[in-house]
């Protein structure tokens, strides 16, 4: 599967961003589609996910309130409405898709099995 994320680019403090990422290639029926971010000099972490069997989803702390992910089935196709930005949002944004998911791994990069080429997202103070 293949991955292509859109969307990043710069915004003020407070402002938003959707960011968007399609799968194409092979999919599968169930899996999950998820969203990290890496800034610089830090490791790669957890934001949000969506299981598509049902629509779970889980957020990291810091963005719960704020981001929201929705998934497009038909289209093969998550977004990340990223609302309320703040300056500690800046990173590099991945998706990512996994076919064995379980809920207690859903926040973990090794359950995920194809990620995309990332997208930056700049926010300025």
């Known amino acids: 599967v293949q991955l292509q994320a859109f969307g990043g680019g710069l915004a003020q403090a407070g402002g938003s961003l959707r960011l968007s990422c399609a799968a194409s290639g092979r999919t599968f029926s169930s899996y999950v589609m998820g969203w990290f971010r890496q800034a610089p000099g830090k490791e790669r972490e957890f934001v949000a996910a969506?299981?598509?069997?049902?629509?779970?989803?889980d957020y990291s702390d810091s963005v719960k309130g704020r981001f929201t992910i929705s998934l497009d089935n038909a289209k093969n196709t998550v977004y990340l409405q990223m609302n309320s930005l703040k300056p500690e949002d800046t990173a590099v944004y991945y998706c990512a898709v996994g076919y064995g998911v379980i809920p207690s791994t859903m926040r973990l990069r090794r359950a995920y099995d194809d990620w995309g080429q990332g997208t930056q997202v700049t926010v300025s103070s």
């Open positions: 969506i299981r598509r069997r049902g629509g779970s989803t």
